[in-house]
């Protein structure tokens, strides 16, 4: 007998399972994040190798696409794109978020910031650069593509090659998602109970 109480055995374990929840979701974030950037290098460093080799502009750019946040841009890009039906986000619960008017890169830095919650002017003004930044790297790599219309506020639409690493990377994820809730992992199984 361990000398505690049954209320304070049920929150150790309950604590106990708690911390493994976390740590394999830790886990699960991890390798989430470090599938995509094998997809990415996967399906875009062998069309580029030649400039990669000899353009630092192709290597910042590319080093620039391996990030959280340039995931999550493509990831909006890729949902508003053609690639992806309405009716599949709409079973889904989702919508296109630009269907009133085209999506620029200012939209879509005005939209991640609202979804992440900045509202300091400072940090705003940052993440758009940032992701004016992205775009360009995306464009430059044929994720997106950009309107012919001059201006800052040009159109721009994600392309196959964009859908073709979104859904690899995405039904990689899936399979994660799949094996982490399998019997094979019954810890996880037991500490969600």
């Known amino acids: 007998m361990n000398g505690l109480g049954p209320s304070e055995q049920e929150h150790r374990e309950t604590e106990r399972s708690s911390i493994a929840l976390a740590i394999a979701s830790a886990q699960l974030t991890a390798e989430i994040a470090r599938t995509y950037r094998v997809v990415f290098e996967e399906v875009v460093r062998p069309v580029f190798a030649n400039e990669m080799r000899s353009d630092i502009k192709f290597k910042g750019a590319y080093n620039r696409l391996r990030t959280r946040t340039s995931q999550d841009c493509l990831t909006v890009i890729w949902k508003e794109s053609e690639f992806v039906p309405r009716d599949v986000l709409d079973s889904m619960g989702l919508t296109k978020h630009f269907t009133k008017s085209p999506l620029t890169k200012n939209g879509l830095g005005t939209l991640y910031c609202r979804q992440a919650g900045l509202s300091d002017p400072d940090e705003v003004k ?68």
């Open 126 to 193: 940052a993440m758009q650069t940032n992701i004016n930044r992205i775009c360009d790297s995306a464009a430059l790599f044929g994720l997106i593509a950009f309107s012919n219309k001059n201006g800052n506020r040009r159109p721009l639409s994600g392309t196959s090659r964009l859908h073709d690493v979104m859904m690899k990377v995405h039904i990689e994820n899936v399979r994660l998602i799949e094996s982490v809730a399998s019997e094979r992992r019954t810890p996880l199984r037991e500490a969600a109970k």
